[in-house]
T-cell receptor, first 113, second 112 residues
Framework: DTTVKQNPRYKLARVGKPVNLICSQT?????MYWYQKKPNQAPKLLLF???????READTFEKFQSSRPNNSFCSLYIGSAGLEYSAMYLC????????????FGPGTRLTVL | GEKVEQHESTLSVREGDSAVINCTYT??????FPWYKQEAEKSLHFVID?????DRKQSQRLIVLLDKKAKRFSLHITATQPEDSAIYFC???????????FGSGTQLTVMP
């Protein structure tokens, strides 16, 4: 099964409230990624886990948290949502590094009001 | 840091014609160049890639060309079919890096 699952598919949040998005894969991939995608823009890498090690991009370091309790699951946590967080959030996984094919989930569309 | 620019935001071709999507990158250390396809209401999926040790790669109707001197790579889809209609994203990564830098996508429409 090469499916990456994401829950929920749609999320409505209020400004200032927390948001938690979930991703899972059963391919035993070492690396899991979270991207933010806004309309007509490139997917932007927010952070990734290689095994248990979390790497966050410098410009999004304080905005997003993540946890990976086991190899299959990875979450993306926003402590206090702002309007600018409205976007599609894509989870992906790969066997190893960025030089390996990434398998993407269907995305979670987050709308912050 | 690396920037990947995808030059055509939209592209329309007639069924059976070829489509070409062009991308440029800025980091000379980039060595891995994948292409992803997103069909309507579906997630991105990998279609083809090329590494910097070659300048051409073909998989059925897909051809990827890489010009390292010009820091340019392109996706050629030959004998286009309606099911080729989708958004195509190019990306680049440095050797050993986890980070794929994506272009902003090209909406390809294949008209019957």
């Amino acid at each position: 099964d090469t499916t990456v699952k994401q829950n929920p598919r749609y999320k409505l949040a209020r400004v200032g409230k927390p948001v938690n998005l979930i991703c899972s894969q059963t391919m035993n991939h070492d690396t899991m990624y979270w991207y933010q995608k806004k309309p007509n823009q490139a997917p932007k890498l927010l952070l990734f886990y290689y095994d248990k090690i979390l790497n966050r991009e410098a410009d999004t370091f304080e905005k997003f948290q993540s946890s990976r309790p086991n190899n299959s699951f990875c979450s993306l946590y926003i402590g206090s949502a702002g309007l600018e967080y409205s976007a599609m959030y894509l989870c992906a996984s790969s066997l190893g590094t960025g030089g390996d094919e990434q398998y993407f989930g269907p995305g979670t569309r987050l709308t912050v009001l | 840091g690396e920037k990947v620019e995808q030059h055509e935001s939209t592209l329309s071709v007639r069924e059976g014609d070829s489509a070409v999507i062009n991308c440029t990158y800025t980091d000379t250390a980039s060595s891995y160049f994948p292409w992803y396809k997103q069909e309507a209401e579906k997630s991105l999926h990998f279609v083809i890639d090329i590494r910097s040790n070659v300048d051409r790669k073909q998989s059925q109707r897909l051809i990827v060309l890489l010009d390292k001197k010009a820091k340019r790579f392109s996706l050629h889809i030959t004998a286009t079919q309606p099911e080729d209609s989708a958004i195509y994203f190019c990306a680049a990564a440095s050797s050993g890096s986890w980070q794929l830098i994506f272009g902003s996508g090209t909406q390809l429409t294949v008209m019957p």
